[in-house]
C-alpha cells in the first residue's frame, strides 16, 4: 500500500490563508465550530438542516441506523420539486432567472422559476398520461440542454425513478443499463451537439432498445429541423406537453422511497445501479449546496459536469434549486469555438461559483493562460474541483491564474454513492495544494489499514466513513451483497475504495483508487467493462487492461490483448478493437495503447494480476508475486 509514500514532501507545501471576509460572510461560519456541534449531536445537526426545507409531514425519527442499513427522516413524506420550485415561486423568486442554458452559435435559453416549474408539470402530466406511474423507471439519455433537467424534475415530480445515463455512452452500455433497471420509457433527443457536429444519439438508443422488452415508450426530443420521423411508440417531446395543464400535484413521497438510479463502474463487468432516496439526499445536496458552495440569493452558478454524472445530479439539478440559485448550463465544450470559450462564458454571465474538473484545468494550463487573461473574471468569488486528486501543479495554476490568487478553491471529494460532497476545505479555512482538506460538518471519517486502525498522521492507508450519512446509497439495485461489501469490507465502516494520505491537522490527500476502478479524465471506468467489450469482438480471446498514468487526463487506458487463434496482430486490427469500444462503452473508454501478447500474469486460481502488467510497464517493482502461475 502506501507505507513508503513520502509524505515529507508533501507536508512542505504552502498554506493559502483567504481573506478573513470569506469566513464572516459565510453561510456556515467557523468550521470547527460548526463540526463541533454535529459531533456534540450528529442528529440535532441533521435536523436542523431539514427544518430549513419544505416536508408535506414531518419525520418520527431523524435516524435509524441498522448497520449496515440506514433509514434518514422515518415516516417523513416529500416532494424534492416542491422544493426545488414552488417553494421558490410561491416565495420572492417567481421571476427570479433558476436555469440559463447557452449552445452553440450565441443561443440562449432563460426560465424563471415560474417558468420551469410550468414545464416541468406539463411534461409531469404527459409521462402521467403514457401512464408511466409512481415507481416505474424512466431512462434519460439526453444532450446538455434545458429539456434534460425537465425531464429528470418531471420524473422527481410523478415519483417515477429516474436512471439518467450519460450522453457519451455507446450502445451496449446503454443497453445494459435499460435492461437492469427495466426502464418502461427511454427519452432522448434526435441529436447531440459538440464542436459544432450534431452526434446521432436516437440512433444509439434504436440500437440499446432491440432485447429490451420493458420499453413501452421512447420520447424525442426533436432538435433538428426539419424534424426527422418517428416510429411506433415514439413521442415527440413537445407534442406529448401540447394540451397539458401547467398545475401537477406533486407526488407524496416517504422520505425512504426510491429517488433515482445511477449507474457507476465496479470491480466486475456490469456497472452498480446506485439507489438514493428521497428524503436524505434532498437534505445532503441542499445541505452542502448552501454550506459549503455558500451559494447566495445573487450568485450565478456554473457546474460544467453534465447531469448525466452525479455531480450534475447534485450540483447542476437539485441542490442549487433547493436552494434557490440561478443555475448556469452550457452544451460547449471547453476548446470550441476557441480556448478561450468557458472564459467568455464567465464574463458574459457574470458567473460567480464556478464548478469543475481537474482535467479541465490541466487542459486550459496546457491552452496558456493567455486565453483566460483576454477576459474578465473578477466576478468569480469561489472556484471548485471535483472528481480525481487536484495536483498541486494545477492548484497553484487554477489560484493564481483563475482565481487571481483571491478566490478560495474548494477541492471537493465525494462520490456517486455519497450523493453528497464529504470532504474538503471549507471556504475561509487554509488551503493546502494537494489536500482535499477536511469531512465536512456532517461526516467522519478517517484514513486506516487493513484492520481498520486509525493511521498516525502523516501515514497512508484506506479512505472509510465512520458513521452514516443522510445522502448516502441506501442498496445497489437488485444486488444487494454490493451494497453490504461497503460496510464490510472492514468491520463497522464504510470502505469508500480509495487510497489516502493523513497530514497533519487532520487535512486529509487523496491518492487514487485502491481498487480495479481507472479514473479517465475525472470518469470511472472499471478495467473488468473494457476487457469484456474487448472480449466480445470476434479476434479476442483475452484482454486485460491497466490505468497508466497521464498528465492530462490522470489516467490513460492501455489494454494488453490475446489474440484468437487465425487472427494476427495488426495496426488496423488495433483501430478495430478501438472502434469496437467506442461504439459498445462509448469514447471515454477508449483504450489509447493496444499491446498484442501470448501471455497474461496470472494467479494460481486464474486471476489476472493487472498490478503485475502495471509495475512492469511503469518500470517499477511489482511487490509480491508469491500468487503468480509459473
Ligand atoms: O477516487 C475518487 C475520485 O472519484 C471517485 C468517485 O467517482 P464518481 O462516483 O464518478 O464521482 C465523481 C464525482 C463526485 C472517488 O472515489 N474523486 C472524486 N472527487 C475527488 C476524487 N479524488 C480526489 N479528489 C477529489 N476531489
Redesign the pocket.
Known amino acids: 500500500m502506501t507505507e513508503d509514500f513520502d509524505v515529507r514532501l508533501v507536508e512542505d507545501v504552502k498554506t493559502y490563508t483567504p481573506d478573513p471576509q470569506y469566513r464572516k460572510n459565510a453561510w456556515m461560519g467557523d468550521y470547527q465550530k460548526a463540526y463541533d456541534e454535529f459531533l456534540a449531536d450528529p442528529d440535532a445537526f441533521w435536523e436542523k438542516m431539514a427544518k430549513e426545507l419544505d416536508w408535506i409531514s414531518p419525520w418520527d425519527k431523524v435516524k435509524e441506523w441498522n448497520y449496515p442499513y440506514a433509514k434518514w427522516f422515518t415516516g417523513a413524506k416529500l416532494n424534492i420539486t416542491a422544493n426545488c420550485l414552488d417553494r421558490h415561486v410561491n416565495d420572492t423568486r417567481r421571476n427570479k432567472v433558476a436555469l440559463i442554458w447557452r449552445g452553440e452559435g450565441g443561443r440562449e435559453r432563460i426560465f424563471t422559476y415560474q417558468k420551469l416549474l410550468s414545464q416541468v408539470a406539463r411534461f409531469a402530466n404527459a409521462l402521467r398520461k403514457i401512464g408511466v406511474k409512481k415507481g416505474d423507471t424512466v431512462c434519460i439519455y439526453m444532450p446538455l440542454v434545458p429539456e434534460q433537467l425537465i425531464a429528470m424534475l418531471a420524473c422527481a415530480r410523478i415519483g417515477a425513478v429516474h436512471s439518467v445515463v450519460f450522453g457519451g455512452f455507446g450502445a451496449a452500455a446503454l443497453n445494459m443499463r435499460i435492461t437492469d433497471a427495466d426502464a418502461k420509457v427511454v427519452i432522448t433527443a434526435d441529436i447531440t451537439i459538440r464542436r459544432g457536429k450534431a452526434i446521432q444519439l436516437k440512433a444509439i438508443v434504436d440500437e440499446a432498445i432491440i432485447n429490451a422488452s420493458t420499453v413501452e415508450h421512447v420520447v424525442v426530443l426533436r432538435r433538428r429541423e426539419p424534424h426527422v420521423d418517428l416510429h411506433e411508440n415514439e413521442l415527440d417531446f413537445y407534442e406529448m406537453m401540447d394540451g397539458m395543464s401547467d398545475v401537477c400535484p406533486p407526488e407524496v413521497m416517504d422520505a425512504e422511497d426510491p429517488f433515482f438510479i445511477l449507474y457507476?463502474s465496479g470491480s466486475t463487468g456490469k456497472p452498480k445501479g446506485i439507489v438514493h432516496t428521497c428524503g436524505g439526499y434532498m437534505v445532503g445536496t441542499y445541505y452542502t449546496s448552501k454550506y459549503i458552495f455558500d451559494i447566495k440569493d445573487n450568485d450565478t452558478f456554473w457546474c460544467t459536469a453534465d447531469p448525466g454524472?452525479?455531480?450534475g445530479h447534485s450540483y447542476i439539478v437539485y441542490g442549487p434549486l433547493a436552494v434557490g440559485a440561478t443555475v448556469f448550463i452550457s452544451e460547449l465544450t471547453p476548446d470550441y469555438p476557441d480556448a478561450g470559450s468557458y472564459w467568455n462564458l464567465i464574463e458574459e454571465q457574470k458567473i460567480t461559483i464556478f464548478y469543475t474538473a481537474p482535467t479541465a484545468i490541466r487542459m486550459f494550463m496546457k491552452m496558456g493562460e493567455s486565453w483566460p487573461d483576454k477576459y474578465d473574471l473578477s466576478s468569480l468569488r469561489i472556484i471548485g474541483?471535483?472528481?480525481?486528486?487536484?495536483n498541486p501543479e494545477a492548484f497553484e495554476w487554477y489560484y493564481r491564474v483563475i482565481g487571481k490568487s483571491r478566490t478560495p478553491i474548494l477541492?471537493?471529494?465525494?462520490?456517486?454513492?455519497t450523493g453528497m460532497h464529504m470532504i474538503t476545505t471549507m471556504i475561509g479555512e487554509p488551503m493546502r495544494p494537494g489536500f482535499?482538506g477536511k469531512p465536512i460538518p456532517g461526516v467522519e471519517a478517517d484514513v486506516v489499514d487493513k484492520d481498520g486502525n486509525s493511521v498516525k498522521p502523516g501515514t497512508g492507508g484506506l479512505l472509510v466513513i465512520k458513521s452514516p450519512w443522510p445522502a448516502m446509497l441506501r442498496t445497489v439495485y437488485k444486488d444487494d451483497e454490493r451494497y453490504r461489501k461497503y460496510w464490510e469490507t472492514i468491520s463497522g465502516v464504510y470502505t469508500?475504495?480509495?487510497l489516502a494520505v493523513k497530514g497533519k491537522d487532520g487535512y486529509i490527500m487523496?491518492l487514487?483508487?485502491s481498487d480495479d476502478i481507472i479514473?479517465v479524465a475525472g470518469h470511472?471506468i472499471g478495467t473488468a467493462e473494457v476487457e469484456s467489450a474487448l472480449v466480445s469482438h470476434h479476434a479476442v480471446a483475452e484482454a486485460a487492461v491497466i490505468g497508466k498514468p497521464d498528465v492530462m487526463k490522470g489516467n490513460s487506458i492501455k489494454a494488453f490483448v490475446i489474440l484468437r487463434v487465425g487472427n494476427n496482430p495488426s495496426d488496423r486490427l488495433k483501430q478495430d478493437l478501438m472502434h469496437h469500444v467506442r461504439t459498445t462503452l462509448g469514447p471515454i473508454a477508449i483504450p489509447h495503447e493496444i499491446d498484442f501478447v501470448d501471455k497474461l500474469p496470472k494467479t494460481r486460481s486464474g486471476k489476472i494480476m493487472r498490478r503485475v502488467l502495471k509495475a512492469q510497464e511503469m518500470g517499477i517493482d511489482p511487490g509480491d508475486v508469491s500468487t503468480l502461475e509459473e
Not at 474541483?385 to 487536484?390: A, F, I, M, T
Not at 477541492?411 to 454513492?417: L, R, V
Open positions: 457507476t454524472w452525479i455531480t474541483s471535483v472528481g480525481e486528486p487536484l477541492d471537493t471529494w465525494w462520490q456517486t454513492e482535499a469508500v475504495g480509495d487523496i487514487g483508487r479514473i470511472n
